[in-house]
């Protein structure tokens, strides 16, 4: 599973201050990029779905062997019928990176499987063009008991290459993979990182026109999901058409040229993706209005409404010389630049910027206001640096986007900034690492 | 953006089937698959391929003891290279269905994660048997040549009874690896009933044994396997044997078993399209 955005900060009462250091680096930038979303969407149509419906027959009395099916014939009748679809009609252009979301039993990863031939519609129309890979999962088809050099063939065959082709790319694999030397080895032996790291390259090497991509994201380390984001990016400059389905919605923010919102069956939206994300958050808030127990969830105050407020232009962590960078060693102060654009005209707004851990609690957060009006694509920068206390791991930055509106009229919205990893020795007790002067001594014997 | 060349018609999505996705990626895969399955049976073991024939041949020791020194069907010629080759090739049959079975819900994630051509799962399993096969015949064939059988023009028809033999084994296998999914009962039947298919199709014996008892003999030659084990008899080993038409008594009677065999392949190719698509939902 992804991180879970619908997290957001509760009631923190903003911190007055007037703040606007800034700081001048290099243009590059990782994590959150929009340099090449403008112009997308103008090729041609690659996938075209025209009032997909699908349900799903849930028995309530399971017959499922002979036996039940000859002593009640008429048991077969009774089942519940899902409907995981219904009435769902979109396009897809060539070299879009188009999102799927939605909550968890939506119907989202139904309508991918439908696209990728494995269910079938029980109306509608699916048409597509170009050769179409789906990865519901990675490493599916591996056989442990076969060579890397074998699987390979085979799961590339899988994923719609000629064996030939298959073979030819073996090399590119394994190079992609880091495992040239592991070639021969039997893929049970191989530990699970090694075992993703050849699946995903199995998928990158496959080369699809068209891929379908069911989270797979989820797995593996901080290096290796950073890995996946490059071939994103790189997929995405090579034209090739991008399906996303994912309920994380930072990656939906940061990679993709669309996305269409999926709730109980049915096309919520389609279109832009911030304000897919926007609709996504509404949806969870409409369904759990109270904060949850870690005290970061939904706003505990009705009067606070989710908008978008400003996109990140540039977001980015920085070393001692102002190269981005993707992780941090423990202990090296991390270096924030952020860019921030303001989507609507902000008056006074209110950066709650929250560092997360991999389990989703807000390890350190503060709070900065800006004592001025921000124009509608005025741009804010948020830059600086903060001591890192963390303890090896993987870690989001968070920024909440606040403007008040007068009394209790608050107006928020969450923006996943960065996603970084810290890496060091030392060994992981709690969630941050505090400097200390504990020392223990022998005790001087009691003089008798 | 548009550096991706190639066709860009949109074509309907085929949706899953018993052979989406091509005929040459079907086979590909099916030859993949079959490899696969083949080298994992015999590569972790010690004795390698060698474990493939003991089995039949250990099974021929026990029938040849049983049937030659105690209940003298030693009349029937060659009566124990025939024993062997029978058995070798209901081997075959007997291999390839009971392991389909199970086969189509043991790749349940290739079927439930990737676009594959559902036909592709029980076929290689008939052919994975089907490489065991050819490498046992090959025992069977220094075996009849020993045996002093003299060699024959007919030998050349053997392929036609392969054939015929891998048809049934296919059909068989498409019906019990689709309907298992729905219906786990097919397991245990199939076992069951896969032996008593091995007493009731000349193995042991021959058509010609039977004449004394007609009912039974009605009923063995109902069964779609017996004229196949009888023309692979006649043309291999002892070519004065009857033919499966004057074993049955007549063509007429050669109507029944063949319209099984048909009305098994019908069934099979029927079913297994009709499941085929479901087959993602039902695991």
């Known amino acids: 599973m992804l991180a879970r955005s619908e997290k957001r900060p509760g009631g923190t009462a903003p911190t007055s201050g007037s703040w606007s250091e800034e700081t001048d680096g290099g243009v590059a930038t990782i994590g959150v990029s929009r340099g090449t979303r403008a112009g997308a969407g103008a090729g041609p149509v690659v996938i075209e779905a025209r009032g997909v419906a699908k349900s799903f027959r849930i028995p309530e009395y399971r017959v499922d062997t002979l036996k039940e099916r000859v002593s009640h014939p008429f048991r077969r009748s009774e089942y519940r019928e899902l409907c995981a679809l219904q009435n769902i009609s979109f396009d897809v252009h060539q070299g879009e990176f188009f999102g799927i979301v939605g909550r968890n039993g939506s119907g989202k990863s139904t309508l991918l499987k439908i696209l990728a031939s494995i269910y079938r519609p029980d109306a509608g129309k699916v048409r597509m063009a170009g050769r179409v890979a789906p990865f519901i999962e990675l490493g599916v088809g591996f056989n442990p008991e076969m060579t890397a050099r074998e699987n390979v063939v085979l799961n590339g065959v899988l994923f719609g290459l000629s064996r030939r082709d298959a073979q030819s790319r073996l090399d590119a694999v394994l190079d992609f993979a880091e495992l040239r030397d592991f070639v021969d080895l039997k893929i049970k032996n191989y530990s699970s990182g090694m075992m993703v790291r050849l699946a995903f390259a199995i998928m990158v090497q496959a080369d699809a026109d068209i891929m379908l991509i069911d989270e797979v994201l989820a797995v593996g380390d901080a290096a290796f999901a950073q890995k996946c984001m490059d071939v994103f990016h790189e997929r995405r400059e090579a034209g090739k058409t991008i399906v996303l389905v994912t309920h994380d919605m930072a990656t939906v923010q940061s990679l993709c040229h669309r996305a269409m919102v999926i709730h109980d069956g ?119 640096e903060i001591e890192n206390r963390l303890v090896p791991g993987r870690y989001a930055i968070d920024c909440w986007i606040r403007r008040d509106r007068g009394f209790g009229d608050m107006r928020v919205q969450g923006l996943r900034l960065i996603h970084f990893g810290v890496y060091g020795t030392a060994p992981r007790h709690g969630i941050v690492s505090l400097r200390t002067n504990v020392e223990p001594a022998l005790e001087p014997a009691p003089d008798e | ?188 039947m199939w076992t069951v009933f896969s032996t008593v298919l091995f007493y009731a199709t000349p193995i042991l014996y021959t058509v010609g044994n039977l004449v004394g008892h007609p009912t039974l003999r009605h009923i063995i030659l109902l069964n779609p396997l017996a004229p196949i084990f009888e023309l692979a008899r006649k043309w291999i080993i002892s070519p004065r044997a009857p033919s499966p038409a004057v074993a049955a008594g007549g063509y007429v009677q050669l109507l029944a078993p063949i319209a099984i065999y048909v009305g098994v392949c019908v069934l099979a190719v029927w079913i297994f399209n009709r499941e085929a698509p479901r087959i993602a939902e039902e695991l």
């Open chain 1, 266 to 384: 049915e096309l919520e939206y389609i279109g832009d993706p911030e304000d897919a994300a926007l609709h996504y958050y509404r949806l969870n808030f409409a369904h759990e209005p109270a904060a949850d127990g870690d005290g970061v969830m939904a706003p505990d105050n009705d009067s606070v409404a989710v908008e978008i407020n400003g996109r990140a232009v540039q977001a980015r962590l920085l070393d001692e010389a102002g190269r981005p960078i993707a992780n941090v060693e423990q202990g090296v102060p991390l270096v924030l630049d952020v860019v921030i654009e303001a989507a609507r005209e902000l008056e006074k707004p209110v950066f709650v910027v929250h560092v997360l851990n991999d389990d989703h609690v807000v390890v350190f957060g503060f709070t900065r206001r800006l004592d001025e009006l921000v124009a509608q694509g005025q741009r804010v920068r948020l830059a600086g």
């Open chain 2, 1 to 188: 953006m548009s550096t991706v060349e190639g066709d860009l018609t949109l074509r309907e999505v085929p949706g899953p089937s018993a052979l989406g996705g091509g005929w040459k990626r079907s086979m590909e895969l099916l030859y993949l698959l079959a490899l696969t399955d083949f080298k994992k049976t015999y590569f972790n073991t010690a004795l390698g391929y060698a474990w493939s024939l003991a089995r039949p041949l250990m099974l021929f020791g026990v029938l040849v003891t049983v049937f030659t020194q105690i209940f003298h069907l030693g009349k029937v010629p060659h009566y124990p290279v025939l024993l062997l080759m029978n058995i070798v090739l209901f081997g075959f049959f007997q291999e390839a269905t009971l392991i389909a079975v199970g086969s189509v819900v043991g790749q349940e994630a290739i079927v439930r994660k990737t676009q594959f051509p559902r036909l592709v799962i029980p076929l290689a399993v008939v052919l994975t048997a089907l490489f065991n096969l050819v490498l046992n015949l090959v025992v069977v064939a220094i075996f009849i040549i020993a045996s002093g059988v003299t060699p024959m023009w007919t030998w050349l028809l053997f392929p036609v009874v392969l054939a015929l033999l891998i048809g049934i084994t296919t059909a068989v296998a498409m019906i019990v690896s689709s309907l298992y999914p729905r219906f786990r009962d097919i397991a245990i």
